[in-house]
């Protein structure tokens, strides 16, 4: 739900702008709204869909892989694969497979790959 208020500057009064945002506005308070701003908009957001239920969320969710998960996190810290693979203390052929994703991220792996890209686990593994 969304009320929107959009006053104009007046000779006697100053502008006001301002927005409610949230699941569920309490009714005292919209009444409050709706009595001092008259103009006020209210729109009840019934349009909103879940986006998990859409098909383009299914489609990105299926791509979603730990190993491209990986790619793009190796990625953004700034790490050459080989970088990484020593931070691991890994051999860079045993971690290069990991992002290729012909080898599987195990829960051991993926708590030491948050670890030294400083965040969850979650990231990489996934309870099946």
Do not use: C, H
Request: proline share 5%; charged share 30%.
């Amino acid at each position: 739900m969304l009320v929107a208020v959009e006053k104009p500057r007046t000779r006697n009064t100053e502008a006001v702008s301002f927005k409610v945002e949230g699941e569920r506005i309490p009714e005292w308070l919209l009444g409050i709204v709706r009595e001092v701003y008259p103009t006020a908009k209210v729109e009840d957001g019934d349009d909103r869909i879940e986006i998990s239920s859409t098909d383009w969320y299914k489609e990105m969710e299926s791509r979603d892989t730990p190993a491209r998960t990986l790619k793009i996190m190796r990625t953004a810290a700034g790490l050459t694969q080989k970088d990484l693979a020593k931070k691991l203390g890994i051999a860079f052929q045993n971690y290069n497979p990991l992002e290729r994703g012909t080898r599987p991220i195990t829960m051991q792996m993926a708590m030491r790959l948050a670890d030294a890209l400083g965040t969850s686990y979650e990231m990489f593994y996934k309870e099946k």
